[in-house]
């Protein structure tokens, strides 16, 4: 069974076109998308491509009750090599992980921090970043201060930054922010934000889960020194998927920070007895630090090479390439949403291109007030769903100066969506909200 369900992935894989040069119709075709639906919400979950569900199936059946080692496949050393080189970093600076919330968390109490030091973060994080960091105020006394972003269509990256810097003071040691927060879909400054903390000798600590698949990135040259990013967002592998980022070298004109004390939690490759060598202070790693992070028991063989596919097929396309495609149908509908429902009904950014992403949030309805009502913005994108089949979400978020949190619709474009699925969306809840305003 495994061998005709792997020459028929061949097959599909040879019949297509080259991806580098095929048109974004053609690469649509590579996905498993319900033709009766408008998907706006990769920003919650991506679609798969058949390529990609076709590996979990083959490589699931090829490792159903065999006699085979199942350990040694799961440190993932082939996959994390490919993943690796296409975000500009090394082997043994990549995990792949179960998710971001898992690689948030082992990254988060990994961390070399005690009773008394202070992390400075926003409430524009996911939950999971907030949850461990107030895990570690409860249990070592760490002092978390969370600020509050600007959010709107006329916020500029240098707010944003000055905010962080004034957080700052003697006690701080790590700097946290996402890389696009998942709340109103600021494109957070992160060079400027890790040169930041690099000038005041701070940690780095980044929500990635939006990164892959979205952005042509190098990881190395933004001089993070921790990312934790999802799998089956913008990157399209299965759910249950994720990478970790974990800096292992010093490259002084990236980051000449000395590597950050870390703690390998949940690892079965850590020394039983002794400890691992100093860590390296030149750009040889010393040890490999992703090693003891990646093993850590049996793991899902078959998702993990499913997402290396997933990361395969980006890679074919051109993640330069897809960066551009999604970029310009979010900037096609954040202006389609403006002629909707005005400027000021954004909460995304817009006027600053160095803060837009593709994940835009906005107030659908004529009053205000209705931004504080999570009924009314629950039935909106409910009926979106249920009786137009079009996916969005809704989300909650802080706001400098109002005393109740503001909630917002939430559209996002990826590389198979197209201008025609974004006018008959923005048209048909433009008429939606009329209606319940």
Same mark, same amino acid.
């Given at each position: 069974m495994s061998?005709?369900?792997? !020459?028929?992935? %061949?097959?599909?894989?040879?019949?297509?076109?080259?991806?580098?040069?095929? !048109?974004?119709?053609? #690469? @649509?075709?590579?996905?498993?998308?319900?033709?009766?639906? #408008?998907?706006?919400?990769?920003?919650?979950?991506?679609?798969?491509?058949?390529? &990609?569900?076709?590996t979990v199936d083959r490589v699931t059946r090829e490792w159903t009750g065999g006699l085979a080692d199942v350990y040694k496949p799961a440190d993932y050393l082939e996959h994390r090599? =490919?993943?690796? $080189?296409?975000?500009? &970093?090394?082997?043994?600076?990549?995990?792949?992980?179960?998710?971001?919330?898992?690689?948030?968390?082992?990254?988060?109490?990994?961390?070399?921090?005690?009773?008394?030091d202070e992390v400075v973060t926003t409430s524009h994080e996911c939950y999971s970043v907030l949850s461990n960091f107030n895990l570690l105020r409860n249990r070592f006394g760490v002092r978390v201060k969370v600020i509050t972003p600007p959010s709107g269509y006329d916020v500029r990256a240098e707010e944003i930054v000055e905010l962080f810097e004034a957080a700052i003071t003697p006690r701080t040691k790590v700097l946290s922010f996402a890389?696009?927060?998942?709340?109103?879909?600021?494109?957070?400054?992160? $060079? %400027? *934000?890790? +040169?930041?903390?690099?000038?005041?000798?701070?940690?780095?600590?980044?929500?990635?889960?939006?990164?892959?698949?979205?952005l042509d990135c190098n990881l190395r040259e933004l001089g993070v020194d921790f990312m934790a990013c999802s799998g089956s967002k913008f990157q399209c592998g299965p759910l249950g998927t994720g990478l970790l980022y974990l800096r292992n070298k010093v490259f002084p004109e990236?980051?000449? *920070?000395?590597?950050?004390?870390?703690?390998? &939690? #949940? !690892?079965?490759?850590?020394?039983?007895?002794?400890?691992?060598?100093? @860590?390296?202070?030149?750009?040889? =790693?010393?040890?490999?630090m992703a090693l003891y992070v990646q093993m850590a028991g049996?793991?899902?063989?078959?998702?993990?090479?499913?997402?290396?596919?997933?990361? %395969?097929?980006?890679?074919?396309?051109?993640?330069? @390439?897809? +960066?551009? @495609?999604?970029?310009d149908l979010a900037d096609y509908a954040r202006d389609?949403? &403006?002629?909707?429902?005005?400027?000021?009904?954004?909460? !995304?950014?817009?006027?600053?291109? $160095?803060?837009?992403?593709?994940?835009?949030a906005f107030h659908p309805f004529r009053d205000r007030e209705s931004a504080w009502n999570v009924k009314k913005l629950g039935a909106f994108t409910g009926r979106l769903e249920q009786e137009h089949r079009i996916w969005t979400r809704w989300t909650e978020f802080d706001v400098p100066g109002s005393p109740h949190q503001h909630y917002a619709a939430r559209i996002t474009t990826h590389l198979f969506n197209t201008r025609a699925e974004i006018d008959k969306a923005v048209a048909v809840m433009a008429r939606l909200a009329d209606e319940l305003s």
């Open positions: 061998q005709l369900v792997e !020459s028929g992935e %061949a097959a599909t894989a040879a019949q297509r076109p080259p991806l580098r040069t095929a !048109s974004w119709e053609e #690469i @649509r075709k590579l996905f498993a998308l319900d033709p009766a639906a #408008i998907h706006l919400n990769t920003g919650t979950v991506g679609a798969m491509p058949y390529e &990609v569900l076709d090599s =490919a993943i690796a $080189r296409s975000f500009g &970093v090394d082997l043994d600076e990549m995990v792949i992980c179960h998710n971001a919330t898992e690689g948030v968390a082992r990254i988060i109490q990994g961390l070399d921090l005690h009773e008394g890389a696009v927060t998942l709340f109103t879909g600021t494109r957070m400054p992160m $060079r %400027a *934000l890790c +040169e930041l903390a690099q000038r005041h000798g701070l940690t780095t600590v980044v929500d990635g889960a939006l990164l892959p698949g979205m990236h980051n000449p *920070l000395p590597l950050p004390k870390f703690w390998p &939690v #949940i !690892s079965t490759w850590y020394p039983i007895l002794g400890s691992p060598p100093p @860590r390296t202070t030149t750009s040889v =790693a010393s040890d490999d049996s793991a899902s063989i078959a998702k993990g090479a499913a997402l290396a596919k997933a990361c %395969a097929l980006f890679d074919e396309i051109g993640r330069a @390439r897809i +960066e551009h @495609r999604i970029m389609r949403l &403006v002629e909707a429902f005005g400027k000021d009904a954004l909460y !995304s950014p817009g006027a600053d291109e $160095r803060l837009r992403s593709p994940l835009i």
